[in-house]
């Protein structure tokens, strides 16, 4: 059975700027970034204003790009209204890929695969990385925390059980009718 963890919204906020403080720190500068939508959107609204307020100006987007069916279950990774974002990306600049986890490595690699032409520098930072699971070479450059769990973002409410959404919000459970 799969161990599940349930990240609440402010857990992921804080952590969404813990992430921004370690690219802060590295030295390095995005000059552009680009969240993975869904999970990875909330993430880059925080590491954007994190850097925004540190004085670091940075074209924000958002990509549409979906590779989980389930829970366990993944197909490769698709992209959706991705041309006029990625070909925005000019040689030379800076792209941080933003998003929630980094799980097989395989919508990392999808995104690093669109961005090639680009001759660009590209870092990956992701809240939650399973390096167990990753499927490829690639690693993110920034995390936050490692685990094995499967992890319960705050708008995940599909595929969890009755029980599991009292667990992660008896308030949302009784929204939902149950």
């Not at 680009?34 to 990509?63: C, D, K, N, S």
Request: include cysteine; charge should be negative.
């Amino acid at each position: 059975m799969t161990t599940k963890i349930y990240i609440t919204a402010d857990d992921l906020l804080l952590d969404s700027f813990r992430l921004a403080r370690r690219i802060l720190d590295s030295g390095w500068t995005p000059d552009a970034l680009v969240a993975l939508w869904r999970g990875g959107t909330p993430v880059g609204v925080a590491v954007h204003e994190f850097l925004a307020y540190h004085g670091i100006a940075t074209r924000h987007m958002a990509l549409k790009c979906a590779s989980y069916t389930g829970i366990g279950s993944r197909s490769e990774p698709r992209f959706e209204y991705a041309d006029p974002a990625l070909d925005s990306i000019q040689p030379g600049q800076r792209v941080l890929i933003v998003d929630d986890i980094f799980d097989s490595g395989c919508t990392a690699n999808a995104v690093l695969r669109r961005l090639a032409g680009a001759q660009a520098d590209v870092r990956i930072a992701t809240v939650y990385w399973k390096p167990t699971h990753n499927t490829t070479t690639r690693t993110p450059d920034y995390y936050v925390h490692t685990t094995t769990d499967w992890v319960v973002f705050p708008h995940e409410i599909v595929g969890l059980t009755s029980a599991e959404i009292n667990q992660k919000s008896p308030a949302l459970s009784q929204m939902l009718g149950h």
